[in-house]
């Protein structure tokens, strides 16, 4: 698949979501119980597509001040396009589709673990607390 991200022209929101099962399933995260999830992430996209197709048409609109005049306006779709574009963001990090560090970086700090009751986010806290940082090394492309 080549589909960048938020790339979704010509695509029906029932492809789109077969499209992230396949991408859920090469990470290895795929699992029934995501489809809810995958489908209103595949409708947000949908939408979004749809928004951009109209804003990338005409910026610009214009409406009529009260003396007849054409008044020069942004069009409404940008909100909804930069309000989409955040939840959908939110959606596929829940997912775990995005990448969390910095392209072309390896951290050199080790895998969070989990303490002995099994608190993920207890041991994140913990270790966002010590006072050193993780360090990062350029990756170096063969």
């Given at each position: 698949?080549?589909?960048?991200?938020?790339?979704?022209?010509?695509?029906?929101?029932?492809?789109?979501?077969?499209?992230?099962?396949?991408?859920?399933r090469d990470r290895?995260?795929?699992?029934?119980?995501?489809?809810?999830?995958?489908?209103?992430?595949?409708?947000?996209?949908?939408?979004?597509?749809?928004?951009?197709?109209?804003?990338?048409?005409?910026?610009?609109?214009?409406s009529e001040t009260?003396?007849?005049?054409?008044k020069p306006l942004?069009?409404?779709?940008?909100?909804?396009?930069?309000?989409?574009?955040?939840?959908?963001?939110?959606?596929?990090?829940?997912?775990?589709?995005?990448?969390?560090?910095?392209?072309?970086?390896?951290?050199?700090?080790?895998?969070?673990?989990?303490?002995?009751?099994?608190?993920?986010?207890?041991?994140?806290?913990?270790?966002?607390?010590?006072?050193?940082?993780?360090?990062?090394?350029?990756?170096?492309?063969?």
């Amino acid at each position: 698949m080549s589909k960048t991200a938020l790339d979704f022209s010509g695509m029906s929101r029932e492809e789109i979501f077969d499209y992230l099962v396949v991408c859920m399933r090469d990470r290895g995260l795929y699992e029934e119980s995501l489809d809810p999830a995958l489908m209103v992430l595949a409708g947000m996209c949908y939408a979004y597509q749809c928004y951009y197709d109209k804003t990338v048409a005409s910026p610009v609109i214009y409406s009529e001040t009260t003396g007849g005049a054409p008044k020069p306006l942004l069009n409404p779709a940008f909100n909804a396009l930069s309000v989409l574009g955040e939840q959908i963001r939110k959606y596929l990090r829940d997912l775990g589709l995005v990448v969390a560090k910095p392209a072309g970086f390896v951290s050199q700090s080790k895998e969070v673990a989990p303490t002995s009751q099994g608190d993920r986010l207890a041991a994140m806290l913990e270790t966002v607390a010590q006072p050193r940082m993780a360090v990062y090394k350029k990756r170096v492309k063969n």
